[in-house]
């Protein structure tokens, strides 16, 4: 069992930045790669961002290439999202989730085992 809560979330400007985390319980997080979505309003969850068991390995939606960066810290249990030139757009409920049954298809939901409850980023214009 893994347990997330995410932080960082908050209220910026366009062009701004924040850095979200994704805290996890428990002694098998390096054995996990790690996600974070996004559930804009009114709006399906999308997929954001990927890491690898080890952090050799990423992915990124096409939207937040360049402008997002994904990164863990294994020994701390603790995943991070940094993101840069916020857009109105990036406006959503970021959730980080925890899986390990197919790295080939790591941009579905359902490829993921454990979620966390989710933290909100709001972008203004």
């Known amino acids: 069992q893994v347990q997330l809560v995410e932080s960082g979330g908050g209220l910026v400007q366009a062009g701004g930045s924040l850095r979200l985390s994704c805290a996890a319980s428990?002694?098998?997080?390096?054995?996990?790669?790690m996600g974070w979505f996004r559930q804009p309003p009114g709006k399906e969850r999308e997929f954001v961002a990927v890491?690898?068991?080890?952090?050799?390995?990423?992915a990124y939606a096409d939207s937040v290439k360049g402008r997002f960066t994904i990164s863990r810290d294994n020994a701390k249990n603790t995943m991070y999202l940094q993101m840069n030139s916020l857009k109105p757009e990036d406006t959503a409920v970021y959730s980080c989730?925890?899986?390990?049954?197919?790295?080939?298809?790591?941009?579905?939901?359902?490829?993921?085992?454990?979620w966390g409850q989710g933290t909100q980023v709001t972008v203004s214009s």
């Open positions: 989730a925890a899986g390990r049954t197919d790295w080939g298809r790591t941009t579905h939901l359902s490829m993921y085992d454990y």
């Open positions: 428990g002694r098998t997080f390096s054995t996990y790669y």
């Open positions: 890491i690898s068991w080890n952090g050799g390995g990423s």
